[in-house]
């Protein structure tokens, strides 16, 4: 195993960091933490740790100064704990120039194959000069409770499928620099980009692939976090209710979701469940990253709670994968892009019920405290529409002067006019182009 250990170290120090679709993701800068690449599986997580030591290449680090270490080989099974430190041995037999004298960035991936990896991961922190990265494809490390088992000595970093933004570099285009002020022909090649991107999603493997090749591998995705994220972690006996539980909610994007009805449903067709179980369910699904639970905008948790919560799924590509009605599904895909782009961008977001019954899609609130109030429609091209559009930020305009109130749509085609209809505050622009502004 040892010899294993040192071949693959110096395969390390030669191999070419490749020229991969740059994520948008952020390292935190906090001295004496290991960075933790979390997030779905499949989302290109291995990938961004290259980028990573690219960056750090192209910085000025020594080629040999980067590590990319990974457990994933069948010659290192049976590694123990006590193992671990051959890594390091061997490392700095090769490099004895750097113990001590300068950084050195190591990533280790699929690191949780071998037990008891979190304390060789804390020993090293407090006992080497190095910058750690972990990440992984089992549950535990997909999950947020990573952190946890680090104890405290780690920062996080989720790795979400493809933003429109990485999309566009993915397939060779142009991402623009101010994307409200484009030439005609560059709009309408993003417009088409765009819509591409909301059928297909953003998960790496499925970009280029026919449309019945990626619906099954999107399938097998979820495949996958059902068995081995859900059930073999947890220890899940009624496989038949979680994968109920499962269509139903993909089937159903954007949509409000109650576990009280939902069990009475499964009663009836003879599936029994209890409501604690799959309140359970929904809590295992969310920590997988495959679904986002959206609570209702209210001070009360009482009130977060009783509510039902809206689901989303963490790509609009999985839409299409498991709707039922073989119909376009434009709208909610629009509406998941939204949700996963302020996901990304680390806001705390509820939907909103208004006094008079009126309901806004997303109230996005950021880590400074700024709220945004987000209305997502497809179509603007009816007065009718409009009109029903606008109503709710009617009423929110007069109560809150401090936030910044959106209308997203599909295309610039409605735009101007619906600018001009819009009450006195509210901003309307399509969804790609808020897309791809920076963070405000």
């Known amino acids: 195993m040892r010899n294993v250990i040192r071949q693959k170290l110096a395969d390390s120090f030669v191999a070419e960091l490749p020229r991969l679709t740059r994520r948008d993701a952020r390292v935190p800068s906090i001295a004496g933490k290991a960075h933790a690449v979390i997030g779905m599986r499949r989302a290109g997580k291995s990938c961004f740790l290259k980028q990573c030591l690219k960056d750090r290449a192209e910085a000025g ?13 069948e010659r290192l099974a049976g590694m123990q704990t006590e193992h671990l430190n051959w890594v390091l041995e061997e490392y700095y037999l090769a490099r004895p120039r ?12 699929e690191i949780q194959n071998v037990p008891g990896w979190e304390a060789f991961i804390r020993r090293i922190l407090d006992s080497e000069k190095m910058e750690i990265f972990v990440s992984g494809s089992s549950a535990r490390m997909l999950s947020r409770e990573i952190a946890t ?34 030439p005609k022909a560059q709009r309408s090649q993003l417009e088409n980009a765009f819509g591409a991107y909301l059928e297909a999603g953003g998960f790496p493997e499925a970009q280029g692939l026919e449309p019945r090749d990626r619906l099954t591998l999107l399938q097998s995705y979820v495949d996958t976090v059902i068995f081995r994220d859900v059930v073999e972690r947890h220890h899940v006996t009624n496989v038949e209710a979680l994968r ?16 009280h009805k939902f069990s009475n449903d499964l009663r009836s067709q003879g ?6 179980a799959l309140h359970e369910m929904l809590s295992w699904l969310e920590d ?64 909103v019920r208004t006094k008079a019954g009126h309901e806004v899609d ?29 109503r709710p930020f009617s009423e929110l305009l007069s109560l809150r002067n401090k936030a910044r109130f959106l209308l997203l749509t599909l295309t610039t085609t409605d735009v101007s006019i619906c600018q001009k209809e819009a009450p006195a505050g509210l901003t309307v622009k399509p969804a790609w182009e808020w897309l791809l502004e920076p963070a405000k």
Do not use: W
């Not at 680090?61 to 080989?73: I, K, Q, T």
């Not at 750097?98 to 991936?109: E, N, T």
């Not at 959206?294 to 299409?320: Q, W």
């Not at 007065?383 to 606008?390: I, S």
């Open 61 to 73: 680090v020594p080629r040999d100064a980067l590590v990319y270490f990974s457990f994933e080989d």
């Open 288 to 351: 997988s990253f495959l679904i986002h639970l959206v609570p209702i905008d209210a001070a009360s948790e009482r009130k977060r709670h009783v509510n039902p919560r809206k689901i989303y799924p963490v790509d609009s590509g999985l839409i299409p994968a498991f709707d039922r009605s073989g119909q376009p599904n434009t709208g909610h895909a629009l509406e998941t892009a939204v949700m996963v782009e302020l996901e990304r961008r680390s806001c705390r977001v509820a939907y």
């Open 149 to 182: 088992a680090l104890r405290g000595r780690a920062t996080e970093t989720i790795i979400f499928p493809f933003a429109f933004g990485e999309y566009l570099r993915r397939h060779g285009l142009e991402v623009p620099e101010n994307p409200a002020f484009v």
């Open 98 to 109: 750097f113990r001590d004298r300068r950084d050195v960035i190591f990533c280790f991936d």
């Open 271 to 276: 599936v029994a469940v209890g409501k604690n």
């Open 244 to 259: 109920r539980l499962v269509r139903q909610l993909l089937a159903s994007p954007a949509g409000t979701f109650s576990v």
């Open 362 to 390: 997303f109230v996005a609130t950021t880590p400074e405290g700024k709220r945004t109030y987000i209305q997502v429609c497809s179509d603007l091209s009816t007065a009718e529409v409009r009109q029903r559009e606008f």
